[in-house]
Nanobody
Framework: VQLQASGGGSVQAGGSLRLTCAVS????????VAWYRQAPGQERGLVAS???????NYADSVKGRFTISRDKAKRTVNLQMNSLKSEDTAVYYC?????????????WGQGTLVTVSS
């Protein structure tokens, strides 16, 4: 599975950005797609996830501001980020959990930088 993340950039506080993770076709069955982020000097943490049944999960810090969505036909997962704050500044990573038979695999995409200026 290959992941291509895009959509990062610089924005002022209160603005919006949309991140997209494109998932390549493969023999694997994609179960959950998630966005993580890592700020300088901090550990990587979950931002939002969406599973094969479109159930979503959000970090408390982004609830009500970020929305994750999945287009199975296009094999993309979007993260709409509104009301951005300076503390949202981080490198954002796309992550996939996929199955092949009984085995579970996980994959990371390259990071995309989001910078929010106050």
């Amino acid at each position: 599975v290959q992941l291509q993340a895009s959509g990062g950039g610089s924005v002022q506080a209160g603005g919006s950005l949309r991140l997209t993770c494109a998932v390549s076709r493969s023999k694997f069955s994609v179960k959950t797609v998630a966005w993580y982020r890592q700020a300088p000097g901090q550990e990587r943490g979950l931002v939002a996830s969406i599973n094969e049944y479109f159930a979503t999960n959000y970090a408390d810090s982004v609830k009500g501001r970020f929305t994750i969505s999945r287009d199975k036909a296009k094999r993309t997962v979007n993260l709409q980020m509104n009301s951005l704050k300076s503390e949202d500044t981080a490198v954002y990573y796309c992550h996939v959990r996929a199955n092949w038979g009984k085995d579970e695999y996980e994959y990371w995409g390259q990071g995309t930088l989001v910078t929010v200026s106050s």
